[in-house]
T-cell receptor, first 116, second 118 residues
Framework: GAVVSQHPSWVICKSGTSVKIECRSL??????MFWYRQFPKQSLMLMAT?????????EQGVEKDKFLINHASLTLSTLTVTSAHPEDSSFYIC????????????FGAGTRLSVL | AQTVTQSQPEMSVQEAETVTLSCTYD???????LFWYKQPPSRQMILVIR??????QNATENRFSVNFQKAAKSFSLKISDSQLGDTAMYFC???????????????FGKGTHLIIQP
């Protein structure tokens, strides 16, 4: 149990286009999901906290108009990278907090975004 | 703000040996959670072990155990009888409980690349 599906696993887009990444908790409800960014050979950096039915909370330095987060249901959060540019190329990973299980978060497999 | 420090960028040991990865952290919180995550080449994050700060007993999961020293703010991971499949990046992570009773985001260290040699 506790599977998190992230789609797509790899996306290539042209500069100026928008890209949507989906994060789904397949067998549990997740009131809270998180989005992280990982540059090559570096650690994960928390970008934002996604709460079902309310606005996301962004970490300092993360542009909320660039990275739009929607958490419309208890099993789905989406991250849209708007007007993507080459510097947005990165590995994006989501995680979902299993309600009622305290501290445990489960991670998606990540999305590799390449902006040409 | 919390910080997590992993001072070993890379470690290499022979198969079946025991290896210890170090992690220190800084926080003003009294209650929090600490984790070790493994990230193999597939880049899928896998939870290795979790420790709750209010529990004095060190967590263990089969071949994996931690040495949690709260006063020293140290949280090392010991891997016994290392196996080739243990080769991966290992991240130490900190999380403080959310005030709303839910969850907070994780603060990660920079990671240690562990290589198990045959």
């Amino acid at each position: 149990g506790a599977v998190v599906s992230q789609h797509p696993s790899w996306v290539i887009c042209k500069s100026g286009t928008s890209v949507k990444i989906e994060c789904r908790s397949l067998d549990f409800q997740a009131t809270t999901m998180f989005w992280y960014r990982q540059f090559p050979k570096q650690s994960l950096m928390l970008m934002a906290t996604s709460n079902e039915g309310s606005k996301a909370t962004y970490e300092q330095g993360v542009e909320k108009d660039k990275f739009l987060i929607n958490h419309a249901s208890l099993t789905l959060s989406t991250l849209t990278v708007t007007s993507a540019h080459p510097e947005d190329s990165s590995f994006y990973i989501c995680s979902a907090h299993l309600d009622g299980r305290g501290s445990i978060q489960y991670f998606g497999a990540g999305t590799r975004l390449s902006v040409l | 703000a919390q910080t997590v420090t992993q001072s070993q960028p890379e470690m290499s040991v022979q198969e079946a040996e025991t290896v210890t990865l170090s992690c220190t952290y800084d926080t003003s919180e009294n209650n929090y959670y600490l984790f070790w995550y493994k990230q193999p080449p597939s880049r899928q994050m896998i939870l290795v072990i979790r420790q709750e700060a209010y529990k004095q007993q060190n967590a263990t999961e089969n071949r994996f155990s931690v040495n949690f020293q709260k006063a020293a703010k140290s949280f090392s991971l010991k891997i016994s009888d290392s196996q080739l499949g243990d080769t991966a990046m290992y991240f130490c992570a900190f999380m403080k409980p959310s005030t709303g009773g839910g969850a907070d985001g994780l603060t990660f260290g920079k990671g240690t690349h562990l290589i198990i040699q045959p």
